[in-house]
């Protein structure tokens, strides 16, 4: 097994960016008591050491790499609030993206959504709205009368509406999720984690660019009602352009939130804050220091040749080794200049190679830096020799052996 360690390679390094990518069952049997929520006085857990929040539930993550940031008890089910409502909009952007509902279609209001309490997009009784319109008044207004217009028009109940939350929630990834209603009313059974919402957030931002613009709009007129974007990001976050806001008395007043500075973009969750003003004060906080302690780092583009392997009987005497996507890590600022990377492989590789055949490993550690393993491929075929050329080389390797 050869092993070398690439020196250097961490001067050499540059920040950037790199794209990347089962909810409880409603039936499911009963879960333990859920553990005692944190107080808000224990610090989250950070690389760089513990760091106080007042959020009994935080988390934060990079869009691109999904490096932890931070986080505070981000497995605990909690309730979500109004929170969950983007996975109510994760089910409309779905339908519209697949052409089953069109944002021009219109819906009718039912009595149950018109006498709907909490946050209103102030529907009016017998009317039709259009998705789109229904849209913006569950994303900038939170309309809880708005989630029953939708979930009624696509589903025909909410009941109905919220077992198809479920079942997207559990294909896209949500592991702990349970979606009792479209609007994060209070139900001991609907529940999400911080870790799923964050799921979420990079879902929509990933799977829905065309509609993800909705999150950023500041504010929203309905039935001559103008109502102001609850998210308090938009207006104290450099860069930031989503998602939405949740409270209810259980939860305490909670955020989902996304920022982009630079090409390099965060996902922030937090839960369980005590006042509106202490949500707007922590996220910003939260998320400034994130911004300032971590970068992306750029250690191989896709197409790098990260090391040449002697081939066996090839008709070339080495393949090129590549990692095959552009290899970007999250780390703290002054963890750069501590980075080793190392690469691992048998040689000679005997021929034919085919490219994308997996050959060696990339070991990436250093002090404070987790090691990483990042497989290796071959970034080109190598035919094997013919039956004449290969005896010359077979003599020649038997003689230097």
């Not at 869009?63 to 983007?86: I, Q, Y």
């Not at 090691?371 to 020649?396: F, H, K, S």
Request: hydrophobic share 40%.
């Amino acid at each position: 097994m050869r092993r070398r360690e690439i020196m250097g390679a961490a001067a050499g390094l540059a920040t950037g960016l790199v794209a990347q990518d089962a909810a409880a069952q409603r039936n499911a049997p009963a879960r333990p008591a859920a553990r005692p929520a944190p107080p808000p006085t224990t610090p989250a857990t950070t690389p760089l050491g513990p760091l106080d929040t007042t959020a009994r539930h935080a988390l934060i993550i990079d869009f691109d790499t999904g490096a932890v940031l931070l986080e505070k008890a981000a497995e605990d089910r909690m309730p979500p609030s109004s929170m969950s409502k983007l996975m109510t909009m994760y089910v409309v952007f779905e339908l519209l993206k697949n052409g089953r509902l069109r944002m021009d279609q219109e819906l009718p209001v039912s009595e149950r959504a018109w006498r709907m309490g909490g946050s209103k997009m102030f529907v009016e009784v017998g009317n039709s709205i259009s998705v789109e319109n229904l849209s913006r008044g569950v994303i900038v207004q939170s309309g809880n009368d708005a989630c029953i217009v939708l979930a009624e028009g696509i589903s025909g109940s909410e009941q109905q509406f919220a077992e198809l939350m479920n079942e997207t929630a559990r294909r896209i990834g949500l592991t702990d999720s349970n979606f009792r209603n479209a609007t994060g009313w209070p139900d001991p059974e609907h529940r999400m984690t911080s870790r799923d919402l964050a799921t979420l957030a990079r879902r929509i931002i990933h799977d829905f660019p065309e509609y993800y613009s909705l999150y950023n709009e500041r504010s929203f007129r309905w039935n001559n009602i103008a109502q102001e974007n609850r998210n308090p990001a938009l207006s104290r976050v450099a860069g930031a352009d989503g998602l939405k806001t949740g409270h209810t008395e259980e939860a305490g007043y909670g955020l989902t939130a996304s920022a982009i500075r630079g090409g390099r973009r965060l996902i922030l969750v937090v839960n369980g804050l005590s006042s509106m003003r202490a949500r707007a004060e922590e996220s910003e906080r939260l998320f400034e220091w994130a911004f300032r302690e971590f970068e992306n780092v750029i250690v191989f583009r896709a197409a790098d040749t990260v090391e040449e392997v002697p081939v066996y009987l090839g008709e070339r005497a080495t393949v090129p080794l590549v990692a095959g996507r552009d290899l970007v890590l999250t780390l703290p600022r002054q963890w750069r200049r501590n980075l080793q990377v190392r690469v691992r492989y048998d040689a000679p590789v005997p021929a034919p190679v085919s490219k994308g055949q997996g050959l060696g490993t990339l070991v990436i550690s250093g002090q404070g830096v987790p090691e990483q393993n990042v497989p290796l491929i071959a970034g080109a075929d190598v035919d094997r020799l013919g039956l004449l050329p290969r005896i010359p080389a077979v003599i020649g390797r038997w003689f230097a052996s």
